[in-house]
């Protein structure tokens, strides 16, 4: 079976401090990796993935994540943070042969202007 | 492209009454779609796998006859809550995967928030 942990429910940083929201996954096989964001009562925005390749994946409004298969994380990160980045973050892992998704927690990112 | 939309993005009904939620694809082909469920401040819940044609696969726990998912076409899925309870009450977020994109990505609704009376 496959599974995520979002260790952190909450994450606050200032505007324009680097951002990491982190993930780590549980998978067999190769894990293809996900990130969406959502807003509030809105559905999920696809941001990145990983699927082979590079281990860093650069995706949507300047966020990137760093695959790093030794810890089996996926951490989510920005330089530079914006308030309107403020919103809830999943990561995803997916597998099966239906290729389903199997989503982290959550995390709530704030940023304080 | 790959957008999926929803219909209604919000419903209020009745407890005992029935409701149904349509997921469409508009620009591609779902040959495979998602149900999800998403109680406030929540994960999303995978509630049931449904390929074009043939009958949806249910996860453990979700009961399929209160449940209905149908997905008679390649663009169009619904899900019908019947016999609605408080309980039921919650955001539904459908995805899709098809011939937009390869299998690897799920494209996702705006999601239906359902409020049971």
């Known amino acids: 079976a496959q599974s995520v942990a979002q260790p952190e429910d909450q994450v606050n940083v200032a505007e324009g401090n680097p951002l990491t929201v982190k993930c780590t996954y549980s998978v067999s096989g190769n894990p293809y990796l996900f990130w969406y964001v959502q807003y509030p009562n809105r559905g999920l925005q696809f941001l990145l993935k990983y699927i082979t390749g590079d281990n860093l994946v650069k995706g949507s409004y300047g966020f990137e994540a760093e695959f790093n298969k030794s810890q089996t994380s996926f951490h989510l990160k920005k330089p530079s943070a914006l308030v309107s980045d403020s919103a809830l973050y999943f990561c995803?892992?997916?597998?099966?042969?239906?290729?389903?998704?199997?989503f982290g927690s959550g995390t709530q990112l704030t940023v304080l202007p | 492209g790959a957008v999926v939309s929803q219909h209604p993005s919000w419903v209020i009904c009745k407890s005992g009454t029935s409701v149904k939620i349509e997921c469409r694809s508009l620009d591609f082909q779902a040959t495979t779609m998602f149900w999800y469920r998403q109680f406030p401040k929540q994960s999303l819940m995978l509630m049931a796998t449904?390929?074009?044609?043939?009958?949806?696969?249910?996860e453990q726990g979700v009961e399929k006859d209160k449940f209905l998912i149908n997905h008679a076409s390649l663009t169009l899925s619904t899900l019908t809550v019947t016999s609605a309870h408080p309980e039921d009450s919650s955001f539904y977020i459908c995805?899709?995967?098809?011939?937009?994109?390869?299998?690897?990505?799920?494209?996702f609704g705006p999601g239906t928030r359902l409020t049971v009376t």
């Open positions: 995803a892992v997916m597998g099966g042969s239906a290729r389903q998704l199997t």
């Open positions: 995805s899709a995967t098809g011939t937009s994109g390869g299998t690897d990505e799920q494209y």
């Open positions: 449904s390929n074009e044609g043939s009958k949806a696969t249910y």
